[in-house]
């Protein structure tokens, strides 16, 4: 409803000015727009591109480029990952975008129409980290809403997104931001950045630029966030862990049951949960919840440097250079690691010796329900009778006996909470040559660009051959807090603290455009374009010799290292011809060679239909094609674990009488690359209008469909696990142990596989609107009236049997985020002489939850709607001042049974846990 009524009041605003006075006729030059290599009088293509200005970015006043990203509605948190999300994942911190839900590695984003490299972030992405761009250094932004792009890259199935950064400037800047959150916990934001320019390329014959900046975010605690939690019983959902401190010990006859000596008072780190008091298996067991313990927005800093020049060689000729480097550095808080018996470990291990020779000579009666774990691998932990903390009195009760030692499940608080460092080096350079040649303009360049990662280990990382063993001895209290300083010194020693892993993608090219008026025709001038690229593309990955054995605590194993590279070949044409004065084609073929995947030709064609002057008709339909990249293909097989909460649905139907390590447990996962993939094809369209009646009111609305088949990607376990059929159905990508009397007659989860792998077709559909309007309100004052707005009509994945699911307006699962039926920005920008007031609305519609895991019943997460404004003032000279608020009504983010990277209780993927957020900066320009 609101999304209509917002809608409705534009189209009021925009009668209101269709009587106002149409501007003087202004000169028309030919500009080159996002999408076509041909240049044109008129910006309005044959494909919708939308372009954020440096005006824009100044007005939405967003902190990090993912932020101001969130400003394109066809852009959704389906398919991105975000810098929050790094909590026990392998994203590296990395932040990237997905254009129509269809996944970042669909989305191809340049700078300056050039590519650049991919993170190096494992096998989490093939995409950039759009982190590494600085909003500083940022002149616009052009979003080409198309996919299948003929002239960039037939790898672009769901669009471009092209960072044009600043040149030619002459003068000198500085500025100084700061920001932060109306609530207490942290997230204060700082910005310092300067750019300098000298030189008039027409003048002098040459212009240098160059920037620099600094950028600080400090982290947010999720104890500091009340709606960051895993336990809702209204919402009969519950998220916690039986992995908790105080610990759990196993007893029963398959000893699958847990109880703890501190239960029912489990504080201060540990919970009793209520949904599981009297449960036959659990019902005495201290749980954990993991959100207090989280950074839900982790500390950034980022340093950078950019500079570009242009020579004039000759009247002719034109040589060019651009440079630039960031760093960006993330760190995160993550609750303490997990020990449990149902955590496997690499057959090279060295604790699975230890464990299996400690019970040979020590236990020898051991019950073979506890030996089994040992056997199968896992990192069983026995606490000996002999130890200060042997709760004889609780282990008699549970009807053990008391001269043997007892297994428990552990949360590490004696090495404490786990800090994270992920650095990120970026580095791109390019030199140039462009200028014109008889009838033709030619631009070429060679290009290298390097993405850099490390993973560091900062503190609360044991590793497990030195560890468990000390938890065997039983010096450590695995139920009340470890004093004894010896101790303590002896756990953290055992810690890994250093970069556990190192990666490197890097891009190096050669590439050449050339463009011409080819003859005059009746209705106007036919154009082509024709162009061409070399690029190799390297691929490196450096585990720590620990982590390939697996002997990191919170980390899998068997990793390895990876070195590889391959060389594409491509090359493009275009055609632009005037068929009547109204009407134009414009014809595209782009053929790609990839290294060992193979070739492709794809063709594309598109129209301009201006049957009036007021009224621009446009569509397109082309054919795209991509090949895996090199982390799909080689990234090396890492583990890590479902979110909290999960279910085996075979194993455990009833989640109230199930065992824990079925009903309500963190599965091992397995990810990583796959040899054998095959590239994935695509076909797509577009049909739109654009009616303009005067430049004070312009109306635009696309259509656009894509189809994809043999799709990349990974089938989240969140879906395999999802219910009884879905588990039955994708049996192939859970591993399971041996059959242990469970009445299912199935095994344990032992891994969950989330490899790359080629899915199914897939296909979505929907609209674009853009609204802007100008209203005429009096001399020297200005109103502009904008609304951008995408709704998607149809998201659909095929089955295995061939019959089609929608996976839009629905919980996705834990951290992947939601493809919403309906999401705008609507904003009105009111300025008069030295002073701009800016209000702007964000909305996304309502979507379906997931069910709450302990007996909920179906649920909605309600609109998500925040309002931000800005007011600038110039009158000083060569000052500028701003102050603006994000979220200034302090909106919650809508409650969610859906977790993400651990933490709960709203969706990761798209709220700002910031709350209101005020910022103000100052900036001086020397002239």
Known sequence: MIKRIAASCFCICFVSAVSAQQPGTQKLEKIEVTGSA????????????????????????????????????????????????????????????????????????????????????????????????????????????????????????????????????????????????????????????????????????????????????????????????????????????????????????????????????CGPTGIDSPFFDGNATSGTACRFENSPFLSVLPEMEKKYILANGHLRLNSNMEAYVEGAFTRTDFKYTTQPVPISEATA??????????????????????????????????????????????????????????????????????????????????????????????????????????????????????????????????????????????????????????????????????????????????????????????????????????????????????????????????????????????????????????????????????FRFTPVAEVLVRGSYGSGFRAPSLTDLYTPQQSSVTANGSRDPLRCPNVQTGAPSDCNNQFPTITGGNPSLIPEKSKSGTLGIVFEPSRRMSIGMDAFWITIKNQLGVLPATTILGNAANATTFANFILRGAPDGNASGLGPIINVLQNTANLFKAKVTGYDLDLIGRPDIGPGHNLTLRLNGTEIWQSIRQNFDGSYSNNMDTALGAGLGVIPRWRHVASATYDRGPWMVSVSQNFQDSYHDATGNVGG??????????????????????????????????????YSNSAGQFAAGYDIAYADVRGRFIYGNVKYTFR
């Open 38 to 265: 041909i240049k044109r009088l008129d910006a309005e293509t044959a494909i919708p591109v939308q372009i954020l200005r440096r005006e824009d970015i100044d007005r939405i006043g967003a902190t990090t480029t993912e932020e101001l990203l969130k400003q394109v509605t066809a852009i959704t948190s389906a398919g991105s990952i975000f810098a929050s999300q790094a909590n026990g994942t392998v994203t590296s911190s990395v932040s990237t975008v997905s254009l129509r839900a269809l996944g970042q590695n669909r989305t191809l984003v340049l700078v300056n129409g050039r590519r650049v490299a991919t993170s190096a972030a494992g096998s989490t992405s093939a995409a950039v980290d759009v982190n590494s761009i600085p909003i500083a250094a940022i002149d616009r932004i052009e979003v080409l809403k198309d996919g299948a792009s003929s002239l960039y890259g037939s790898d672009a199935i769901a669009g471009v997104v092209n960072f044009i950064l600043r040149k030619d400037y002459t003068g000198a800047e500085v500025q100084v931001g700061y920001g932060a959150p109306t609530r207490s916990g942290g997230g204060k934001d700082m910005t310092v950045s300067a750019f300098a320019g000298m030189g008039n390329l027409d003048k002098n014959g040459w212009n240098f630029n160059v920037g620099a900046g600094y950028e600080k975010q400090d982290r947010i605690q999720g104890s500091d966030r009340s709606f960051a939690r895993q336990i809702n019983v209204g919402e009969h959902n519950d998220l916690s862990s039986t992995i908790a401190f105080p610990g759990n010990i196993l007893s029963g006859p398959t000893f699958s049951r847990l109880s703890s000596p501190a239960f029912p008072n």
């Open 345 to 606: 470990l690499p057959a090279t291990n060295p604790y699975i010796a230890f464990i299996n020779n400690l019970i040979a000579t020590q236990y020898p009666t051991l019950p073979t329900g506890l030996r089994r774990f040992a056997t199968a691998g896992d990192t069983l932990v026995l606490l000996p009778p002999t130890s200060p903390y042997f709760p004889t009195a609780f282990v008699a009760s549970l009807g053990l006996p008391t001269n043997q030692p007892i297994a428990f499940r552990y949360r590490d608080f004696a090495n404490g909470l786990r800090e994270t460092e992920d650095t990120a080096d970026n580095s791109r350079f390019v030199a140039g040559i462009k200028g014109t040649a008889g009838a033709w303009d030619y631009d070429s360049a060679f290009l290298y660009s390097q993405n850099k990662t490390a993973t560091i280990l900062l503190q609360g990382y044991p590793l497990y051959s030195q560890f468990l063993p000390i938890l065997d001895s039983g010096r450590v209290n695995p139920f009340a807090p470890t004093t004894d300083p010896a101790t303590l010194a002896a756990v953290q020693a055992a810690e890994l603290r250093g970069a556990i892993s190192e990666a490197k993608i890097s891009t190096m090219s050669v590439d050449v455009k050339a463009t011409r008026d080819l003859m005059q025709m009746q209705a106007g001038t036919m154009g082509v374009a024709i162009g061409g690229e070399l690029r190799e593309e390297k691929f490196d990955y450096n585990p720590s010799q620990a982590f390939q054995i697996g002997d990191v605590a919170g980390f899998g194993g068997n990793v390895f290292g990876v070195g590889v590279k391959r060389h594409v070949a491509s090359a493009y044409a275009e055609l632009a011809v005037p068929i009547f004065k109204s009407l134009e084609l414009d014809a595209g073929v782009r053929y790609d060679n990839y290294q060992v995947v193979g070739s492709t030709t794809n063709p594309k064609i598109s």
């Open 857 to 894: 019943t179906p649920r909605s997460v309600g609109n998500y709607e925040t309002f931000d404004a800005q007011a600038r003032y110039t009158g000083f000279r060569n000052i500028a001042f701003t102050l603006g608020a994000k979220n200034f009504t302090d909106r919650n983010p809508p």
